[in-house]
């Protein structure tokens, strides 16, 4: 059956939304008015009206590609919606949502293979696979997120260092195309465009199913180090040190720290536990033992929290909450040891439920570079320094440890990332503008990259100068024989390749 329906094919009245973008295929015909809303980056600082189809088959995301193409329209793929910018939005143009795909195909609790529809979320996979003792490879810092949009960006977790990015286990995937052709991709056919479209953004068509291998758990729990560390040059030390004893690692930084303490922040490493080492695995690895509370302290909702977040987000209020943590972090917390469960651990920032809105009404961009091991440190000094100097300084940084991969479209590195939120206000937009621009070019000037995942101001410049220009030929390429029509766009995409 049809997964959309007659009332959504294409109307002949126009109905007034501005046709600048439909490009050469405009028809000159209208999209259906209750098709238009208003979508956002998940930092809110970017966001536009689009028209969104949300089908729930792979025949309807086919007959999206057709109404776009008698519309004159494009089409931007969504997910769950967590990239920071604009990677899933596709202003007055058509936004394909893939939430409703989300059924788990294929599961198979003896070897951890898991084949999934696109909108499935990582809270669903480690919901469905943690009784069996498998938990997702890699996941991100929200549990929210798509398996289609994590192997679109073909994200990272804690745990690059080790295990490299979600492409490294995904075993295979079948997609659509925008010019109708079916494929199945594996590290055995279709190779080029395995590499191509894991890590691809959407640009060259839609995942329809992914095949996944899951890592064997032992226990619902992971060892946990916390360990301060005074400056960046400890953090970067201590991350590369720790490396070969840990599973997870990653690096809180106060970026309000100057001087001798520029940098200084505090780390968390994890282990696994090992076959045996839990005596009731049985009772960790249920979901309720997992489970995020719904209330902080026993009596306080967590979706209020923000509210309280809301008037000490700012830069005295951040100065002193996070010189209270790293004091905290250096005496009564340091060389800490205790267990916590594997959702605790691995998606922090669930535990306040929509905490981003204390960034209202401006939202915040993240900007994460990733520096190979030579030029980290000068480049992540530099930047705090010039963040601090500027007065626009980010008021969360986080930094991982990375290892290179294979995929085409690529942001790692043998190295290191530090990721910076910074408050969007009416008063420092043009400076914070102007400071990225800067530190765009010192990441680049220290053979750096960018992650689309978190980008929202980056130029098409920029990123020849990481991807280079025999990566963008390819990528070139396989849009042309994939997407001859360009029908697969985004804002990001007008931004960064609008001019290929
Ligand atoms: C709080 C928070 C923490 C985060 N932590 C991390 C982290 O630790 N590591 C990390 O790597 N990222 C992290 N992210 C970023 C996030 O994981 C990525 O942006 C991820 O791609 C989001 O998945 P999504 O389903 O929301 O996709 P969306 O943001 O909706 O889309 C992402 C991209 O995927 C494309 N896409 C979506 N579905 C499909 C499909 N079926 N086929 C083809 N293309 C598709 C879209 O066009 C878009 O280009 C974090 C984000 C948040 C909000």
Redesign the pocket.
Known sequence: MSAISQKDAVSSVHNGVPDSAAGERSAGVALPLDRLERVAG??MAVGGMGYVYRPSTIDGVAQVFEIARRTGRTV?????????GD??LNSENIILD?TR?NRILVWDPSNGRVTVE??V?IQQLWRYAIGDGWWPPV????S???????????????NNFKAG?IGDHILEFD?LLPTGEHVHCSRDGNTDLFYG?IG?????????SVTLQMKKIYSGWLNVDAISVPHMDGMLYELDARKGQADYLVGWSDAFASGETLGRGQIHQATYLAPGDDPYPAQSLRIESQEIPANLFGFLPASIIWLFMKPVLNDWGTRLTNLAKYMQSATLGNHKRYRQSHVAFAFL??YVPNW?LAYQPGGLI?YQSFLPLATASPVYREILARSQKRGVVPYLGVV?RHRPDDFLINYSVDGYSLALDYKVTGSNRASLTALLKELDRIVIAGGGKF????DATLQGATVRAFLGEERIRKFGALKERCDPESL?Q?D?YRRLFGDQ
């Open positions: 998940w930092g931007g793929l969504r997910g769950g919606g967590n990239s920071y990677a899933a893939l795909m696109p909108g979320t996941v991100t810092g929200t929210f997120a798509t398996v289609g949009g994590c192997a679109a960006m073909n994200v990272h977790g804690k990015p997609a479209m691809g953004f959407g640009a060259l068509g839609c995942f329809t920032l669930d981003k993240q991982k992650y689309f995942a978190k697969l985004t990001l």
